[in-house]
């Protein structure tokens, strides 16, 4: 007997998890399967950097992840030799997410993989999906044989000689390093940099006079290095470095005991004193900088993500979190394709998007590695860094200070940004530097399309409730479409409403092409998707809350608000919160001048990274705009738009 599902996804680690949570809640049939008998018990990835804790915020996990107390890392500690062999001393501290960063979480959280995968799992079983355990996957072949489902594949339980044959939609690989898909796509691991290292992890409990513990630091001693990480439970993490490939005895197959650790710890902490209550876990390992050549063959069903596409050191901790944005960039592509919102061809920007990011992410891993584990930064430079990135100095960098701003990019996840595509339009790369609607980075807006849209903070009109507007609208697979519409009250901003929503729900619109069949019986309380499942709105006004309940003639907004906006009612927002970034906004308006425009509509990607700011203005302008970007990737002219061509 064959089962049909949408997709196949084998290994239950946090790309597979979380892909498979995103599609199971979308309504696909999922099918996840791993080789293990149970969730990873203890160790391997920890760290959850600040753009990944907004990331499960929005997936709505974040609330269940933080109830096992994750220890939390607010700033880093450095630690070098001190003269006339006096042991180590600390040379400095900085901030692990910088205030230049605008951050929701200026922290990185610390938890050990098997409780965020147990999260994750937890999510997929209310949506009817379990784990398949344990399972690994013996064949598969696109055959083609069922247009609908063309990739065949055989399963096997590991225990004993049972066998499933399946056939899917998609197969996705979220094996690790050692991916069996990849291997028999013939895909190749490329590596950037050759030299290698191996590891010594330890997690357990300690007792040390070492003032820093509980603190993220890095150690140089003339004994070797080591970087302390601070865990749930009263636990720490120790990376230590135990061999090189640049070693005259080097050997990748090294194998150092749990004791050869501690002893190499003990060294490297004096003059300060470490014993261990008991090791949670260790492990000794081999990392080399890898990528794979290609995250698909056929850019249409089988596809890698994570670690078995790309394998860095540890130092940066963003192995887990890459994996996170892998799975998620995929899952909304795949559901805009099989929900009609888009033709398949947009499954080739999985790859372009985020292999670029692995490059770029690998090529700064090395840097990373190279400055922490082979120059030791006196405590001026360190001090130095701090003083230029709290005042913002224009002045030349050094290239201490210039890695560090780099480093806290990325390591806090907001270096990621995607080049300029059919979903990023740029005056560069589009047509959108014809359109004067467009709005241009840095002239016309703060916002640049690629990147995540800047945070703010605003009033919920319905309940008076403070709400962060970039988590306004969860994680539901649509694009958002945030309408900053200005003063209420000012002549303009009513023209600009009136036009937009008469241009909006013009029939072959970026909005009427993609109405839900069910519009009409839709629940009152459906908030985020009553009239579609490809768009969400909200509207913001920069006017106190309690003034907008007298805008209009009805109470409330009103004559103002074109009625399908209005369905959006709870998520209407009054910009009137003060925000110490713009400060010379004294009154409402902050996060208006946060984006840097007067009135606009921001296009949000579903994975919360801005696509496209045009101006809201009067006349057909904003919505031809509109649908001149999304006719890019829907398969259809919308509204007359001609059919634009951009790069994928």
């Given at each position: 007997?064959?089962?049909?599902?949408?997709?196949?996804?084998?290994?239950?680690?946090?790309?597979?998890?979380?892909?498979?949570?995103?599609?199971?809640?979308?309504?696909?049939?999922?099918?996840?399967?791993?080789?293990?008998?149970?969730?990873?018990?203890?160790?391997?990835?920890?760290?959850?950097?600040?753009?990944?804790?907004?990331?499960?915020?929005?997936?709505g996990v974040k609330g269940d992840l933080f109830a096992f107390k994750p220890a939390r890392v607010y700033e880093v500690a450095f630690w070098d030799p001190q003269a006339a062999g006096k042991g180590i001393g600390r040379t400095g501290t900085w901030a692990s997410c910088p205030k230049f960063i605008d951050a929701r979480y200026p922290f990185t959280a610390l938890l050990h993989q098997g409780l965020i995968e147990r999260t994750f799992i937890k999510d997929l079983e209310k949506n009817g999906t379990t784990v398949q355990r344990p399972w690994s996957i013996a064949d598969f072949e696109k055959d083609g044989k069922d247009p609908q489902y063309p990739v065949s594949i055989r399963l096997e339980k590991v225990e004993n000689d049972e066998v499933e044959h399946v056939r899917a939609k998609y197969l996705f690989s979220g094996e690790g390093a050692r991916s069996s898909i990849r291997q028999k796509l013939g895909i190749q691991m490329q590596h950037k940099d050759p030299i290698a290292h191996i590891w010594g992890v330890m997690d357990g409990v300690v007792r040390t006079d070492f003032p820093d513990i509980k603190m993220k630091c890095t150690i140089h001693s003339d004994h070797g290095s080591i970087m302390v990480i601070p865990r749930e439970a009263n636990m720490v993490r120790l990376y230590i470095q135990v061999a090189s490939s640049t070693d005259k005895d080097w050997n990748p197959r090294k194998i150092v005991s749990q004791e050869e650790v501690q002893a190499t710890a003990k060294k490297i902490l004096a003059p300060y004193y470490i014993e261990w209550d008991r090791i949670e876990w260790y492990s000794c390992y081999p990392i080399g900088q890898g990528i794979a050549e290609r995250y698909s063959l056929d850019h249409e069903n089988i596809f890698l993500g994570g670690d078995a596409c790309h394998t860095h050191s540890p130092k940066a901790g963003q192995g887990m979190n890459t994996a996170f944005l892998d799975a998620q960039n995929l899952a909304w592509k795949i559901h805009h394709v099989e929900a009609g919102f888009a033709s398949k061809s947009i499954l080739r920007t999985y790859e372009s998007e985020r292999k670029r990011i692995a490059e770029n992410l690998l090529d700064f891993d090395a840097r990373y590695a190279k400055l922490f584990s082979t120059r030791l930064p006196a405590a001026e430079e360190v001090a130095g860094a701090a003083k230029v990135t709290a005042e913002r100095n224009d002045e030349p960098e050094n290239e201490f200070v210039k890695t560090f701003k780099e480093s806290c990019e990325f390591t806090s996840g907001y270096g990621v940004a995607y080049q300029p595509n059919i979903f990023n339009w740029s005056p560069e790369g589009h047509s959108a530097s014809k359109n004067q609607v467009f709005l241009r980075y840095?002239?016309?807006?703060?916002?640049?399309?690629?990147?995540?849209?800047?945070?703010?903070?605003?009033?919920?009109?319905?309940?008076?409730?403070?709400?962060?507007?970039?988590?306004?609208?969860?994680?539901?697979?649509?694009?958002?479409?945030?309408?900053?519409?200005?003063?209420?009250?000012?002549?303009?901003?009513?023209?600009?409403?009136?036009?937009?929503?008469?241009?909006?729900?013009?029939?072959?619109?970026?909005?009427?092409?993609?109405?839900?069949?069910?519009?009409?019986?839709?629940s009152y309380h459906e908030l985020h998707n009553p009239h579609s499942r490809f768009l969400s709105f909200c509207t913001i006004f920069a006017e106190p809350h309690s003034s907008l309940y007298n805008v209009g003639g009805k109470g409330g907004v009103g004559d103002i608000l074109p009625e399908f906006l209005a369905r959006y009612r709870d998520n209407i927002f009054a910009d009137d919160i003060a925000d110490w970034r713009v400060p010379e906004v004294q009154g409402p308006g902050a996060a208006h001048k946060k984006m840097g425009f007067e009135r606009g509509v921001v296009v949000v990607r579903p994975d919360g990274y801005v696509g496209c700011v045009v101006k809201l203005v009067e006349g057909e302008g904003t919505v031809t705009a509109l649908n001149e970007y999304f006719s890019a990737f829907v398969g259809k002219s919308l509204g007359g738009a001609g059919g634009v061509k951009a790069q994928l």
């Open positions: 007997m064959v089962t049909n599902v949408d997709i196949v996804i084998v290994g239950a680690g946090p790309v597979g998890l979380v892909l498979a949570v995103c599609l199971a809640r979308w309504g696909y049939s999922v099918k996840i399967i791993d080789n293990r008998s149970e969730p990873t018990p203890t160790g391997r990835a920890d760290g959850i950097q600040p753009r990944s804790l907004e990331f499960l915020r929005n997936m840095p002239e016309q807006t703060a916002l640049r399309t690629g990147r995540v849209l800047i945070p703010s903070t605003v009033t919920r009109v319905t309940d008076a409730n403070p709400t962060h507007l970039e988590q306004a609208i969860p994680m539901n697979g649509s694009f958002r479409l945030f309408v900053f519409a200005g003063e209420p009250k000012a002549p303009a901003t009513r023209a600009a409403l009136a036009s937009f929503s008469q241009h909006s729900l013009a029939p072959s619109s970026y909005f009427s092409s993609f109405l839900r069949p069910d519009a009409s019986s839709v």
